[in-house]
């Protein structure tokens, strides 16, 4: 990568892990609040009107993700005049979407008494708590949208630092409001519903600061789709590929919610947060690379972009490996601490086990489809839906005959065959033009190395009876263990990867030269 990439990437890297840890952290804070005041059922009902509009925002199309990819070369060449037109036609493609996304919400709204008839809290608290989130989709259609020049200009930092300040003054409001007002909910929602407007209000006014001349037209949309055919064509292929992510994160909160308890859904969704949680810390280290790996393909250097693939690979499986290990040894120690000790909110180890492993393909999954989407590689549309077969109907078997642990362990199976698999032959066939074994062999040593290494761990925890009792007893032998894991892993990594020790010398080599130029400078 060039150093003005390097540079950026780092800086937002930087930024986003400055800012979510911050909300993290208010976020654990809040979340106990949550469960003492409104109870687990209704962190359930959330979890599951969450998933719900995420399955909404399947009618987006990919038009976000077309549009940043249409955006990389006009941007990297300072082409307003194309960048007005193609962030026009994301705007009249929006509106539209919004059209129908609204018919499609009305329609849901209508079956919430059969949906939610579980729920043992409010009615109203499901229609409000969905139409409170909604408003937050309907900006991001209208107003919000705009937003991704940011990303695809490689100043998502800026965004992080607006959007995570405000998350964060909003949830210490929420906290307040939680404490001190009784039948607090329908004021937890108004706060949620300013902070969307505050959002967007903010937005404009970012946009008009950083791209003075970025000037939207929607009544041009229809002359800009003729212009820009290739958009259309991107739509139509990322459509379907968001349909597998949407499935994969969604497909099992929603089966949940037919088999199994909202109750039992809110204790399952304290370790999705800390997994998600775990898992926004660590991206923000290495997801603002994507609009450079675009970049860097299209300079055409194969060698270049091989090397960097494969530090690429060695650093996902390292973070994804550190997001399982913590899940695995810790989640169930930091609950009680966290939220209250309730044996109820503890699970199963098996559901603990597959929910780090989900953790780690999650994590770690990201490299092909940098890559691919670098490459513009979005015509297998048909895998996409056959791992939104496999992943639902896993999940659905599993739940119907083994509960929570089998949802879980059939979401984490489904990943095997398309997301790993497939996408591996395609992207080393069909775009590196190079054998998929070369992938599978220098693959497959990191998940057996994550999985060794956190089972020895792990029974060294047990072994030798870590006090985790207290909040500080846990920091500290949480950090010891911590770090002793991390230098094992560095270890191993370091002597079996080769693309793990370039990586190494990648970032030595960089700290090295700005500490020179400060130097320099100085």
Wanted: proline share 3%; hydrophobic share 50%.
């Amino acid at each position: 990568m060039s150093a003005s990439r390097a540079h950026k990437s780092i800086l937002n890297s930087i930024y986003s892990f400055i800012f979510y840890l911050l909300g993290i952290g208010i976020t654990f804070f809040s979340r106990r609040f949550y469960f003492d005041a409104l109870g687990a059922d209704v962190s359930g009902m959330n979890t599951s009107i969450g998933s719900f509009l995420s399955m909404l925002s399947i009618a987006e199309l990919g038009i976000g993700g077309a549009v940043a990819y249409m955006l990389y070369k006009p941007l990297n060449e300072k082409d307003s005049t194309t960048i007005n037109e193609i962030i026009s036609l994301q705007g009249w493609f929006y509106r539209r979407i919004l059209m129908l996304v609204m018919v499609v919400a009305s329609v849901l709204l209508c079956f919430f008494p059969y949906i939610f008839r579980k729920f043992e809290g409010p009615l109203w608290y499901t229609y409000a708590t969905f139409l409170t989130f909604f408003m937050g989709m309907v900006m991001s259609y209208v107003v919000n949208y705009r937003i991704i020049i940011f990303d695809a200009d490689q100043r998502g930092y800026r965004l992080t630092m607006f959007s995570q300040g405000g998350a964060t003054v909003k949830s210490l409001l929420q906290i307040v409001i939680l404490y001190y007002i009784e039948n607090p909910y329908s004021y937890y929602l108004l706060m949620e519903l300013l902070y969307i407007f505050t959002f967007t209000f903010g937005i404009e006014i970012m946009v008009k600061k950083d791209y003075p001349w970025l000037k939207t037209n929607l009544k041009e949309g229809k002359t800009y789709l003729k212009k820009y055919p290739e958009v259309t064509t991107k739509v139509k292929q990322l459509f379907v590929h968001r349909l597998t992510y949407i499935g994969l994160m969604n497909a099992s909160p929603l089966i949940m919610t037919t088999l199994i308890s909202f109750a039992t859904i809110g204790y399952y969704s304290n370790y999705i947060v800390l997994m998600s949680n775990l898992g926004v810390i660590i991206g923000s280290l290495v997801n603002n690379l994507s609009a450079g790996i675009g970049s860097l393909i299209a300079e055409g250097n194969h060698s270049k972009t091989m090397k960097f693939f494969w530090e690429h690979l060695a650093l996902k499986n390292f973070l994804g490996a550190s997001v399982a290990f913590g899940i695995f040894c810790f989640a169930s120690k930091l609950i009680p601490l966290w939220m209250g000790n309730n044996p109820d909110y503890i699970l199963s180890v098996d559901v603990v086990f597959w929910i780090a492993c989900f953790a780690y393909i999650n994590t770690s999954r990201g490299t092909l489809d940098a890559f691919l989407y670098g490459k513009g590689m979005l015509n297998d549309m048909w895998a996409s839906v056959v791992d939104c077969i496999l992943n639902i109907s896993f999940s659905f078997i599993g739940g119907y005959f083994w509960g929570l642990p089998g949802i879980v362990a059939g979401g984490v199976l489904s990943y095997i065959f398309i997301p790993i698999i497939w996408k591996s032959v395609f992207l080393f066939r069909d775009g590196f033009e190079l054998s998929p074994w070369l992938y599978i062999k220098n693959y497959l040593p990191y998940p057996f190395i994550a999985l060794a290494t956190i089972a020895l761990t792990n029974y060294t925890i047990e072994y030798l009876s870590w006090d985790f009792s207290t909040i500080p007893r846990f920091l500290l032998n949480g950090l010891i263990i911590g770090i002793g894991y991390l230098a094992i892993l560095f270890a191993v990594y370091f002597v079996i990867s080769q693309g793990f020790r370039d990586l190494v010398y990648r970032v030595s080599d960089l700290v090295a030269n700005v500490y020179r130029t400060k130097f320099a400078k100085g």
